[in-house]
């Protein structure tokens, strides 16, 4: 009898009160920004493969960002090793040196997909890189809050007959900063037709977009100042590139984007500012 | 050792951490009543955490104080224990994982009497060196009645659980921040109160035993990998939060007698996945533990292919059976069978073994196995048949004399061909053997190779050619009193698994191990 009353006593303890249900707001709020003139554009790198189940999932909620942040957020899509080798059904191999060697720049990451947002860790987060893909358009809308001590300007020119690219990118200090800053600028290509698995199937025609086809500088980045910057000081640098040859569905001068961003050793060489600008 | 044909590169181990280990140091007192425990634990660039990663941290893993006072027993600080057989609550180690999830905070039992006993804990779940926010409090009642006769044996074992799992609230604001970015057709409220029950008993009568455990799990927000999202742009993709109640059935029946052991199991689980924070992954966080349904295989190739617990869809039966025929023979029959609820086959295991003893000078041990492993669902490959193996296998140990022994073990995995790919299933067909000599009481000296015989999709591959592998591995061991050391070259195949939304490599092994354990 004894037993019964703790018992009864027990579950009483339990389920005693009721909860006040959770207010869910409107997702994709646009931070505004009141302290800048400038508009942060956030960076989000993605650790992807065409051999990876999930990452369709953390292409979709990457779509769905670029889409809500429309112009406030760029991104890259690094096929890099892990899961990236070609199904048998793709026509294109997406790997190349640039992406291993950026995926292991950006590692540690528990699994694909994963993303590094502006090269910021994050509190909860074991890692640069976030494998939680429901925590990503929150993290961007963070990020988006704060004000870039950098303005990035890019201008290309695109010479048709030798299907080369002329880039020059100046960085504006907005604020002052010591330390090195680094400078980093890299080829996407968007609108490749090819194979993808998704859980237990392969999509045979997966539009992959923003395909990280090469780093101009190095991963790290090329340094632009070992001394920091004043405000209003303007950096500039200039890099040329040649479009490989068309092959099928790849390489397609149109489809073809120049990444470049901004990071600083005294902000924990975290992305202060990022930019893109398609080639034609 | 770098070696980037197997796999074995790319991680910090290999390309500049060159040297790395794991300690622990668990002591033990007790003083005037009081029970004092303390563990040093370190880990230097070690891979447990993360295979593909590089973890170092060092500190107190776990302390307590404990003292009976009359009836109550009061314990404080980390604390292992379980309800049940673990489906509502399990707090436990398993190093080889780096699982280590003791609550961190109080227990009390009171013993009614001898035989019922009352248990009441609170605290948070130890992560590494510290602890999730999340708060998880329990109670359980658990006693035992003997109503046996001078003829017949019957006893029961009854119990009840239940474990409340409350968020705090930076957790559910970062639950909340996933859910806000759903359309309102995918949305869920998620709670901060999540509650879980169990009732349990084990009936003994005579040769039988009977336990059945009945789970119940309130409706909470969790990820549901193969739930669909639709997002903003209309596209679907795998994976959500969905918010469900859940429920596990777990019986077993045993039966032993005169040289006859019978063993059946069966388990039906439906959406209890159950961790102190819904955005925790892989063995993360996990409140409770659902017992596995398949043999536990120790031998290298039969336990190549192993079924992680589904916790969110799964039915599954066992059957063993053991037999001693004489002092000489014993045979054994295990069946296990594994679907999800909607009747998808996801594991079937026919494993067989006769064992033969002559006299004290040898025994020898063989028998197959028939194995079907569903690689889509346990390690999401797309595009793969369902994996299928037979492995006939021995083991043979003959003593030399009172203090040399030697022991032989052969094993060869045939596996199915994958049409599609060209080659066989997986990695294809593999050959094991395996040669150990001990000079007792000291020193046991195993050297044993797996080999890749044929080539299978995912057999490794260089200029373009399938590379047939061998992975060696080499130990010797010294024992003394409880002390044990062994030193190790491993080269081991490495594997991906891909569990709850995301895949996670488990990397092929090229080194020295240098292992020591000591009890005093």
């Known amino acids: 009898m004894r037993s019964l009353v703790f018992l009864g006593l027990a579950l009483l303890f339990f389920v005693s009160c009721e909860e006040q249900p959770v207010f869910i707001p409107d997702g994709g709020i646009d931070p505004e920004d009141t302290t800048s003139s400038v508009q942060k554009v956030v960076l989000l790198e993605e650790l992807t493969g065409v051999s990876c189940p999930n990452c369709p999932a953390g292409t979709a909620a990457l779509e769905s960002i670029l889409t809500v942040f429309e112009g406030k957020v760029v991104s890259t899509a690094i096929h890099g090793k892990f899961l990236a080798q070609p199904t048998s059904q793709n026509v294109y191999d997406f790997r190349n040196e640039d992406a291993e060697d950026l995926e292991n720049f950006l590692a540690p990451f528990l699994g694909k997909p994963a993303a590094v947002i502006d090269r910021t860790e994050f509190e909860g987060q074991d890692f640069m890189t976030v494998d939680n893909i429901g925590l990503w358009q929150s993290l961007v809308s963070d990020r988006l809050a704060i004000s870039p001590q950098v303005s990035i300007d890019m201008t290309t020119e695109y010479n048709d007959s030798n299907r080369q690219v002329s880039l020059t990118i100046d960085v504006t200090a907005l604020e002052d900063m010591e330390g090195n800053i680094r400078l980093t600028v890299l080829v996407n290509e968007s609108h490749i037709i090819d194979a993808q698995s998704d859980q237990n199937i392969i999509i045979p025609e997966y539009e992959h977009n923003h395909v990280l086809r090469e780093v101009l500088t190095g991963v790290s980045g090329d340094i632009i100042s070992t001394v920091g910057m004043t405000e209003g000081e303007v950096l500039s640098r200039s890099y040329s590139y040649t479009i490989p040859d068309q092959n099928g569905g790849e390489w397609i001068p149109g489809n073809m984007e120049l990444v470049s961003f901004v990071t600083a050793s005294q902000l924990n060489n975290e992305v202060l500012q990022a930019a893109s600008s398609y080639i034609e | 050792m770098r070696d980037s044909l197997i796999g074995a590169a790319n991680i910090p181990q290999y390309d500049r951490q060159l040297f790395g ?83 961190y905070g109080v227990r009390l039992i009171y013993n009614l009497n001898e035989n019922w006993q009352l248990k009441g804990f609170s605290g948070r779940q130890k992560f590494l060196f510290s602890e999730y926010q999340p ?79 009945a789970a119940y799990k309130t409706a909470e927000a969790y990820f549901d990998p193969t739930a669909v999202l639709t997002d903003i742009n209309g596209v679907e993709s795998f994976g959500k939060l969905v918010k469900r109640d859940g ?69 599954a039966l066992q059957a063993d059976v053991k037999y001693r025929w004489n002092k000489s023979l014993t045979t054994n029959v295990n069946f296990s069978y594994i679907t999800d609820l909607d009747g998808k086959k996801l594991y079937q295991e026919l494993y067989t073994e006769v064992y033969y003893k002559y006299k004290r000078l040898w025994t020898i041990k063989g028998g197959i196995q028939l194995l079907q492993y569903n690689q889509e669902i346990y390690e999401v490959k797309p595009d793969v048949p369902l994996v299928e193996t037979f492995v006939p296998y021995v083991d043979f140990l003959y003593k030399i004399n009172r203090k040399n022994s030697i022991r032989f073990e052969l094993q060869y995995m045939n596996t199915g061909e994958d049409e599609k790919a060209g080659y066989g299933q997986d990695y294809g067909d593999w050959l094991f053997a395996q040669v150990e000599y001990a000079v007792a009481p000291h020193w046991s000296f195993v050297v044993s190779d797996m080999y890749n015989m044929s080539a299978g999709k995912q057999t490794a591959e260089e200029n373009g050619e399938k590379k047939l592998l061998h992975f060696p591995r080499i130990d010797i061991y010294y024992t003394h009193k409880a002390n044990r050391f062994s030193l190790s070259y491993i080269k081991q195949v490495e594997g991906i698994v891909c569990t709850g939304g995301i895949c996670r490599l488990e990397p092929a092994f090229s080194g020295f191990n240098f292992s020591a354990s000591s009890s005093f």
């Open chain 2, 135 to 213: 708060v998880v409090t329990g109670a359980s009642i658990e006693g035992f009645l003997d109503l046996s006769s001078e003829e017949k044996l019957f006893t029961l074992a009854p119990g009840f659980g239940i474990v409340n799992r409350t968020l705090d609230d930076d957790t559910m604001d970062r639950v909340v921040d996933i859910i806000s970015t759903y359309s309102q057709g995918d949305r869920v409220t998620p709670v901060h109160n999540t509650y879980s029950m169990s009732f349990f008993n084990t009936m003994i009568a005579g040769p039988f035993s009977w336990y059945m455990e």
């Open chain 2, 247 to 315: 429920t596990v059935l777990y019986t077993s029946l045993s039966y032993a007698k005169s040289g006859l052991g019978i063993t059946l199991e069966g388990k039906r689980t439906e959406s209890f996945d159950f961790r102190v924070d819904p955005n925790l992954r892989l063995n993360r966080g996990l409140v409770n533990f659902i017992p596995p349904m398949n043999r536990q295989n120790t031998y290298r190739l039969l336990a190549r292919y192993s079924p992680a617990t589904q916790l969110l869809s799964e039915r």
């Open chain 2, 21 to 103: 280990g794991q300690a622990w140091l668990d002591l033990g007192y007790s003083i005037q009543g009081f029970d004092l425990g303390l563990r040093f634990d370190m880990f230097n660039n070690s891979n447990l955490l993360n295979p593909s990663d590089s973890y170092t941290g060092e500190g107190i893993g776990r302390w307590h104080v404990a003292k009976t006072i009359d009836k109550f027993n009061i314990r404080i600080g980390h604390i292992y224990d379980q309800i049940g057989s673990g489906i509502i609550y399990r707090a436990f180690e398993e190093r080889p994982l780096l699982i280590d999830n003791p609550l």
